[in-house]
């Protein structure tokens, strides 16, 4: 029996959403609920587009709805509402607010007796995943968490807001001296800044002062002030042929310690490297989905994240036969 | 309230739990049980020790009974035995026959009223679970698993059993060429023999023929024959100074691919370098002790792997904690 899923939202995770329920044999995607006017969204793969104010209007046509809008404003309002009525999943990812996003869902789903996993993705999500594992395996130790090399569409964002910028992508990049260093078993302290520089390429407007841009980029606080940052500015036509993408990626490094004089090193490391970070997140997001329905069908509800799921609940293979192949 | 261990068996398995377990605030170590003369086995840490066939007369001091025996003869036997008793952990790391072995503890621990986790480790375990995350998530993609750099203790064992070698250590390396290659996303078929390379230091004893060590073991079927193998002769002295220890470790990798035309590739990594492979597989079954306590608390009883058991249950800290600042 197919898994019933609906997408509300249909930007990039939500487009990635669709593509990811179609790999998966034991789901389908039945309608995409948008705020905009359903006859103008075309979706990649044929699936149906309803207004989002229509989608209460297919609760039972629906087994796990996957939340695909914005950290900042959108799913803070969506998700409790949509546990209401809904099994959801979403990715978000403003990490500061996690436990107070975790709470709202929880009083939401738990009355209406609907499961939802908050938070999936990479990060949060897989990075949380392999920083909870290794920390509980090596209590002596130290965490290290690496970002990039990938876009950022914060920082890009921000970048495009200076005057006289036509476009721009920052992209993260892990320090390599310090990437080796924690690979070998170090343990430094280290800001996030002494782990990470910034490369951005700006597609100036004609006329801009250079100079100028570039210094308000390398002084901008908390975004670059902080980092070794390049500036590279190149066209329009460059910036589409090799700057269209979104790669991201990163590594959680965990060095820990055993032995009677802890002399034993270990060294843990999970790692991403992701042709399209949207595309991956909503992949983690499918499986998420399964795991909502098993929950569910056990009659536990309320709010999860991937901390509490069993890996078996995410695979579309059964228990036995991933005990016999994978274990 | 600490997890009170016992530990069955006290090879250097049961050593690593001895030490995992005093590395883990939340636990007491309350005695080894081994077959030998009690009075002739001395602990890393002072933990009592007392005759195995005397442990079902602890059963009410004991949460759980981590069984350190080796998996071709003694686990097969203890832990469907212990499971009648106790709460159980073991290492059964004979891939073929988990099914089989699941299913025994299953029976007996279903009947008790008891909780297992059985394969617990790095391989099986936190490979195992690395491979179903990373093939939940991307159902479009290629795994590959390579191992070492690390003794491998079963090759060591075969080359000391040729005549004319007083000592041996057999390394497992993983092909660069090949690793490279997958990292970078490329997805090629391989067998194990071309993802790995052996590197053997041989103590000879005095007089014996060298040459003929040399060509027995590379041409010794299963174990070198297929693969690329390299004999070194060192004295006694070098094999105490350089190879004394159990170093292991190796990477899980899966190769994946979305999008419209599945043109988006995606390189998931999980890799391990272990200074003592004994004490990070002790560490992994320190913790899945804590997370079978967890199963036993909530009336959730029988064989579990860890494919069944969700990340939270395996960590010393609470969930609230673990959402503000893992996730």
Redesign the interface.
């Known amino acids: 029996m197919s898994i019933k899923i609906g997408i509300y939202g249909y930007g990039n995770l939500g487009r990635?959403v669709e593509?990811?329920v179609a790999?998966?044999?034991d789901m389908t995607a039945v309608g995409v609920f948008t705020r905009r006017a359903p006859e103008t969204v075309k979706t990649?793969t044929g699936v149906p587009v309803f207004a989002a104010d229509d989608a209460l209007k297919m609760q039972d046509k629906i087994d796990v709805m996957i939340i695909c809008g914005g950290s900042a404003t959108d799913l803070p309002k969506q998700t409790p509402y949509l546990a209401q009525y809904f099994n959801v999943v979403d990715s978000f990812d403003t990490?500061a607010k996690?436990?107070q996003h975790?709470a709202a869902v929880q009083a939401a789903a738990e009355r209406a007796k609907k499961t939802a996993i908050v938070?999936a993705g990479w990060d949060?999500g897989?990075f949380?995943?392999?920083?909870?594992?290794a920390?509980?395996?090596?209590?002596?130790g130290k965490d290290y968490t690496f970002w990039g090399k990938g876009v950022s569409q914060g920082h890009s964002d921000a970048v495009r807001r200076i005057d006289g910028v036509a476009d721009a992508r920052s992209y993260t990049i892990p320090m390599p001296d310090a990437l080796n260093a924690v690979r070998g078993?170090a343990t430094p302290d280290l800001t996030t800044a002494q782990k990470h520089e910034r490369e951005c390429f700006v597609v100036a407007k004609d006329g801009a002062d250079l100079e100028r841009i570039e210094r308000e980029i390398k002084t901008m606080p908390n975004y670059f002030a902080d980092y070794h940052t390049t500036v590279h500015f190149i066209s329009a036509a460059e910036m589409q042929a090799n700057h269209s993408?979104l790669p991201h990626g990163g590594a959680v490094i965990r060095n820990?310690f055993?032995?009677?004089q802890k002399?034993?090193?270990?060294?843990?490391?999970?790692?991403?490297?992701?042709?399209?970070n949207p595309?991956?997140t909503?992949?983690?997001l499918a499986?998420c989905a399964?795991a909502v329905c098993r929950f569910h069908a056990k009659g536990e509800y309320g709010c999860k994240?991937?901390?509490?799921?069993?890996?078996?609940y995410?695979?579309?293979?059964e228990?036995?036969e991933?005990?016999?192949t994978?274990?």
Request: a negative charge; charged letters at 15%; hydrophobic letters at 45%.
């Open positions: 990635g593509l990811a790999q998966n044999p990649l990490h996690i436990p975790v938070s949060p897989m949380s995943i392999a920083r909870s594992y920390c509980s395996i090596l209590p002596d078993g993408g820990g055993t032995g009677v002399q034993n090193e270990h060294v843990v490391e999970f790692s991403l490297k992701l042709g399209s595309e991956f909503a992949s983690v499986a399964r994240t991937m901390l509490d799921v069993p890996p078996v995410l695979s579309a293979t228990r036995d991933l005990i016999a994978l274990l």
